[in-house]
């Protein structure tokens, strides 16, 4: 059984920079596009970023140019690099695996929570 766990979220002032990262158990993983999602009070859940198994990379607009997402095989981990967070990307951000076109898979992390203070 697959399972995803985030970690990385804390608090971090406008402008600052903040890693995530994703740690998956079982198998599969190279064969698996991985994404980072994120879902603020009262908002639905949406795309961060995704990356495909051979490494091609979707985000979405409002990250485009500050997010990064990344992935290492050998280790089973998804990694989001955030640079010049503002207050807008506060949310909690879940891992996922298994999705395409930036559409979510089945499997989710629990989630980590990311506060931008301005």
């Known amino acids: 059984q697959v399972q995803l766990v985030e970690s990385g979220g804390g608090l971090v002032q406008a402008g600052g920079s903040l890693r995530l990262s994703c740690v998956a158990s079982g198998s599969f993983f190279s064969t698996n596009a991985m994404g980072w999602y994120r879902q603020a009070p009262g908002k639905q859940r949406e795309l961060v970023a995704q990356?495909?198994?051979?490494?091609?990379?979707k985000y979405a607009d409002s990250v485009k140019g500050r997010f990064t997402i990344s992935r290492d095989n050998a280790k089973k981990t998804t990694t989001l690099q955030m640079n010049s967070v503002q207050p807008e990307d506060t949310a909690v951000y879940y891992c996922?695996?298994?999705?395409?076109?930036?559409?979510?898979?089945?499997?989710w992390g629990q989630g980590t929570q990311v506060t931008v203070s301005s």
């Open positions: 996922n695996q298994g999705g395409t076109s930036g559409y979510p898979g089945r499997i």
């Open positions: 990356i495909s198994t051979g490494g091609n990379t």
